[in-house]
Every structure is written in C-alpha cells, then in structure tokens.
C-alpha cells in the first residue's frame, strides 16, 4: 500500500509536459521544478529529524545546498546536458550544507560525469547517470549507514534499471522510479533503528524523494507552489502533534474514520473540506478513511454531518484545542523559574518539601532549590551539589526543618565557600527570611536580618498521628489530626477541620493579619475549600491565602503574619 | 581519567574509550574516508598494530574533555561541511555515550582520497 500512499490528488495523466529530447533547455526546467518542490515540503521534510542528532535542518539544509545548484544555471543557457549537469553538481558542491547536503552534491557529481560529453539525455542515459551518482555518493563513506538518503539512491538507480527494460524514453523511467523512491523511503525505519524509535522516515532520503517527485509534477503539468494534501498510510498518520499555538479558526480538532459507499472523489472531498477547515489530513487503510481537521467552534459538526453522507462513520473523535493549548501554557508555567546569582552575590539555597512550595521559594529570588522536608530529609550531598557550581562563594541555606539544619551545616564544613545556614524550622519560617534576603547586601548584616525574619511569622502544621503518644501534655491516638505550633505539639482532633480551627484559635489568629495555607499532596482542592470557607467565616477580619503547596505528609502548612 | 566520585565508589572512564567512539562516530560520517596520524613518528607506530583508536587524541585536563581527530576526507566534497558535521556527530555520540559533557571536537582534515579527479 505504501506504494500508492503518495498519491496525488490530481489525475497525473491530465497534462504532460513531455519535451523531446532532452537537451540542456528541456532539462533545466527539471531541476528547477525539483528544487521548489523540495522548498514547498522543506518544513515536512524538516520535521522528520530525530531529535536531536546531528544535522538538524535536513530540509532547509537540501533546500540550500538544491538552491546554489539551481544559481549556477539560472542565468546559463546552455544546450548541452552534460555541460548543464556539471554546472548543477559544481553549484551544489559549492553550496553543499549539512550531512543530507554533501550527499545530495555528491550524487549530482556522479550524475554530472556520467553524461560527461552528451548533448542530450536519454533513457540508458538517465539509468547509468543514477547508477554514476549512487556510485559516487557510496564512495563517501567508508561505513555507509543504511535506512538513509544512500539507500533511497540505490533503490532508485535498482528500479532505474527495471525501468529501462519496459521503456527507454527518460519519462517512463522517471514515472518508475517516484513510486520506487517513495516505497524505499517508507523502508527505512526497518533499516534504521533510531528512525523506527522516533517513528519516523529518513528526512534525508524524503528529501530525495521530493526532488524526484517534483520533476515528475512539472512533467504531468502539476503545481509545485502550494504542498498538496496527500493520502498516507493510517499507521504513518501523527495526531499527536503538540502544537506550539493555534491560529483564529482552530479550536476543535475533528477526526473521523469512514468507510465511503462509493470511491472517494478525492479533489471535491478536499475541496468541501477546505470550506469547513485547516490542518486538512486524509489517510486511508483497508478500505477505511481517516481524515483530519481543525475547525472553529461554529463548524464543530459540519466534517461529521458531511461524512456522514458519503458512508458510514465509524468513529468520530474532537478535542479542544483552546483547552488543551491552555494546559500546556500552565505545564510551561509550572516550571521553576530560579533567579541566576552573580559572582559575589549572595545565592539562596531552599529546601523545599513540595513543587508548590518549590515555586513559592523561586519567585521569591532562591537560586536553587533542593527537594525534601519531614522524612524525606535530603542529604548533605545533595546540598552540596545544589550550590558547588554557583558562581558565586556566599551560599546562604534555608533547611526549613528542624532535621535538615544538620545535614545543612555539614555541608557548610565540606566545601571552600562562605556558607550560611539560616536555621529556619518550618517553610513559613523560610520564607519569611527570604523576603529580607538582599542578593547584592552585606552578608553579615543580611544574615541577622534573615535570622531576626524566623520569628516573625507563626508556622503550623497539620499532619495525622502514626502512632498513640502523649507529648508536652498532649495525648494523642494513632490516626488522629495533630497541629504543631511552631514544631510544637499543640493539638490533637479527630478531623482535619477541626484540628485547623483549633490550631487557628491556639495561636490567637485573631491578632495577626494573613494566613497563608500551603495545601498537601494528599488533599483535593475540593476538601481545602471547605476548610477554607469555614476559616474565612470564623476570621473575616483576616486575610486568607490558599496555596497549592504539594508537600506529601502534612495536610497543611499554614503560615500566620 | 574523566571521573566521577560518589560515595558508592568511583567511575573512570580512560581516553581510550572515548576515543573508540569518536573512531566509530567519525567513521560513520558522511564524506569520512579514513583517519590518519597526527605526525610522522605515530604513522609508524600505527603501521605495526591496529589501532582502534587510531587518529583520535582525547585529553581530559580534569574538567574538560577535548578530542582532535585526524581524517581524510573524499575529494570532492565539501570540506567544511564535511568537517562540521563530523564534529557534530562525534559531539553528539560521545556525549550521549558518556553522560558528560565535551568541551571540544577539533578535526584535523589531514588529507584528500581522490576516487574520481573531477
């Protein structure tokens, strides 16, 4: 099937463009045709690479190296088509960019010599003129990677010769080996393996099967401006694009399987699709068609109702694009935004339970952020590694737990740089510090800042009990909602609101101003807002701030100002 | 020589193996047709054993991981091109390989092989 999955839209047989013989007039056109249907497909050609090896463009790298071939002989009117293919492979070779580049200006070079003295190009011509090239391109390397442009170029000069054996006019040749090179491109993932992991085919030898598909479009009258929309084989079809925006008119995306009760009329199909669309994507697989397109919201049903009158829907899938751009604009924003340090400055190293809290610290200016917290305490490895390749020798460290000020002034001992830990006890405290740290300030003075910061705010806690204890006369059962104040031990209820409440009452809440609450991992949204309302009616006087803090084990972190 | 310390114990990586894939990776690249020494005296060391690593010198000043590469390349091709993206290639195979970083890929084009003086 592959070989036909390139059929074009159009009837190729409409128009023919067929000039006898082909001397150095005929011929150019060729070329010329060749590289703007290479330039049409550039982007589909570039985005076959597999990310990220070497030789990132392989489009734009083809289109260039095709482009300085062409500049040779635009302005060369030359009748001899010896003369003119080696004027193409000099151009070529001069402008030969990228891997895919040098290969292609290699291949015109053995095309060039072998009509070396011929006026004109015919059939056995054309066949040893791809064996030359294919020669040539070989001779390159001395272990040839197959699955690429060198194999499309053998399978090429191989269906040349076959060809030759039905018919020596070149135009027959070049009607069989198109398909041939489109069948050998569609092979090579089973040659390559990094191109089957991508799932992908050689950009490379693609780029070479447009080149011979664009000569064969000029021959057959067709355009080689605008890259048509073709049917491919189902299994080749990518939907999963991601997109990086949306233009007007593309907020759903609309896919549908059908089974047509007649044979598709594929030019009108196209056309109607136009009318209601963009992104317009037909595969087709056992009789099965699939197709693909982008709508506005008002024309949500139109692609369904009009495949619906053609034959049998089979399945028929929209998503939201609008919907599913904005989530990928808040998975960009998620990412950590740290503040770079400059040498002398003063770089913050925050220890940070939860990817919530982690934000929090970053865009309060920390520089890096080491994972951990209650039972998950990093090590003072890791904080080491978190400031050592800091530009800079003043590293100030906030734990923000009791149990990693340790870790965090053993790392103090095992480096060359002046480091700082501040001893705060809880994320509130932390953060509290933060917001008076100064990058560029004294570090002596910021330190006592930092350090007189801790003990400006009021850190809570709310956890369950893992085990039945009384500390610091407060009994607690295994399983129950505890608050600490500040580390301490103040509460123990049987919910979760209530030992909030209770906590709130506990540090007399009604004195101070905002209440930040940092959420859990092991809570929903839903549950928080509860509790929150309930708080924002006992507390109208004061500010309450709930954010998504991530940390796993405590319900809540609450910081009281 | 290129290493790494963790308190499990120490990895070392020797030039040699890191010259190996940049051998391979330069062998593989497009327009590549051989690689040679860098000076007479290493030519005919290198005639009395077969050396893997042949043409490729690798040094590791403790932090960096230079290579330079000895090649000859297919006359008529594009020399620049060619060389670029052997260097890609052998920044890109050695740095997957190896999982740090190389700081340097210098090729030495040492010598055209001509197949067709054209």
Redesign the interface.
């Known amino acids: 099937m592959s070989s036909e999955s390139q059929k074009t839209v159009s009837d190729p047989s409409t128009l023919s463009m067929r000039k006898y013989p082909i001397d150095g007039y005929a011929f150019k056109p060729l070329i010329e045709a060749a590289l703007n249907w290479l330039r049409t497909n550039q982007q589909s050609v570039n985005a076959l690479n597999v990310f990220?090896?070497?030789?990132g463009d392989t489009g734009t790298n083809m289109v260039l190296t095709m482009q300085a071939a062409y500049d040779e002989i635009a302005n060369l009117s030359e009748r001899n088509v010896g003369k003119l293919a080696h004027a193409v492979a000099h151009g070529a070779?001069?402008?030969?960019?990228?891997?895919s580049?040098?290969?292609l200006?290699?291949l015109w070079?053995g095309f060039a010599?072998a009509l070396d003295n011929q006026e004109i190009l015919d059939g056995p011509g054309l066949v040893n003129a791809f064996h030359q090239g294919r020669n040539?391109a070989y001779?390159?390397?001395?272990?040839p990677?197959e699955g690429t442009i060198l194999t499309v170029a053998k399978d090429v000069a191989a269906a040349a010769d076959i060809a030759l054996l039905g018919s020596a006019d070149p135009y027959d040749i070049l009607e069989k080996i198109v398909p041939a090179a489109d069948i050998s491109v569609q092979r090579t993932p089973e040659l390559l393996s990094v191109l089957r992991e991508a799932g992908v085919v050689d950009a490379g030898g693609k780029g070479l099967y447009f080149l011979l598909e664009g000569m064969l479009r000029y021959v057959h009258g067709l355009p080689l401006d605008t890259a048509l929309a073709t049917i491919q084989p189902l299994a080749s079809m990518k939907l999963q694009d991601t997109m990086e925006s949306i233009e007007p008119g593309q907020d759903y995306e609309v896919v549908i399987d059908f089974r047509p009760d007649q044979a598709l009329d594929l030019v009108h199909f196209y056309e109607d699709l136009e009318k209601m669309g963009t992104s317009i994507q037909v595969g087709e697989g056992d009789g099965i068609y699939r197709m693909h397109i982008h709508v506005p919201a008002d024309k949500l049903y139109d692609p369904i109702n009009y495949t619906k009158a053609l034959g049998t829907v089979t399945k028929a899938a929209i998503e939201n694009l609008v919907a599913q751009m904005e989530d990928l604009e808040r998975e960009r924003n998620s990412k950590l935004k740290l503040t770079p340090v400059e040498p002398g400055q003063i770089a913050t190293v925050a220890v940070a339970p939860g990817p919530g809290i982690a934000r929090v610290f970053a865009s309060l200016g920390v520089t890096a952020i080491v994972e951990g917290g209650q039972t998950m305490n990093p090590s003072t490895?890791e904080i080491l590694h978190s400031f050592e390749n800091l530009p800079t020798d003043q590293i100030f460290i906030l734990p923000n737990n009791k149990n990693i000020i340790l870790a965090a002034q053993a790392a103090a001992q095992l480096t060359v740089k002046k480091v700082t830990v501040i001893p705060s006890c809880t994320v509130p405290q932390g953060m509290s510090a933060m917001m008076r740290c100064v990058p560029d300030g004294d570090p002596h003075d910021i330190k006592a800042e930092m350090i007189d910061a801790l003990s400006d705010v009021e850190s809570g806690e709310i956890t369950i009990a893992t085990r039945t204890v009384e500390i610091d006369g407060v009994s607690v059962q295994e399983g129950q909602f505890i608050a600490l104040l500040n580390g301490k031990l103040v509460q123990s209820r049987d919910t979760l609101k209530e030992a909030t409440l209770g906590f709130l009452e506990k540090v007399h809440v009604k004195k101070f101003e905002l209440i930040t609450l940092f959420y859990g991992a092991e809570i929903s949204r839903r549950e928080v807002d509860v509790i929150a309302d309930a708080i924002r009616k006992i507390y109208p006087e004061q500010e309450l701030e709930v954010q998504d803090g991530g940390q796993p084990h405590y319900y809540f972190i609450l910081a009281i100002e | 020589m290129s290493n790494e310390h963790t308190?499990l114990g120490s990895i070392r990586i020797s030039p040699r193996a890191i010259a190996t894939i940049a051998y391979h990776a330069a062998?593989?690249?497009?327009?590549?047709?051989?690689l040679t020494s860098k000076n007479i005296v290493e030519g005919l060391a290198n005639v009395l054993v077969k050396d893997p690593t042949h043409g490729v010198d690798v040094t590791y000043d403790g932090q960096n991981i230079s290579i330079d590469i000895y090649v000859i390349i297919?006359y008529?091709?594009?020399i620049k091109?060619?060389a670029s993206?052997v260097r890609?290639?052998i920044?890109?195979n050695v740095e997957k390989a190896l999982g740090m970083p190389v700081e340097q890929v210098n090729v030495h084009v040492q010598g055209l092989r001509i197949?067709?003086p054209?």
């Open positions: 990220p090896v070497p030789d070779l001069m402008g030969a960019r990228g891997n580049g040098v290969i200006s290699q070079r010599r040539t001779k390159g390397v001395v272990r990677v490895q | 308190p062998l593989q690249s497009y327009g590549v047709v051989g297919e008529g091709t594009r091109s060619v993206s890609n290639t920044h890109y197949s067709d054209d």
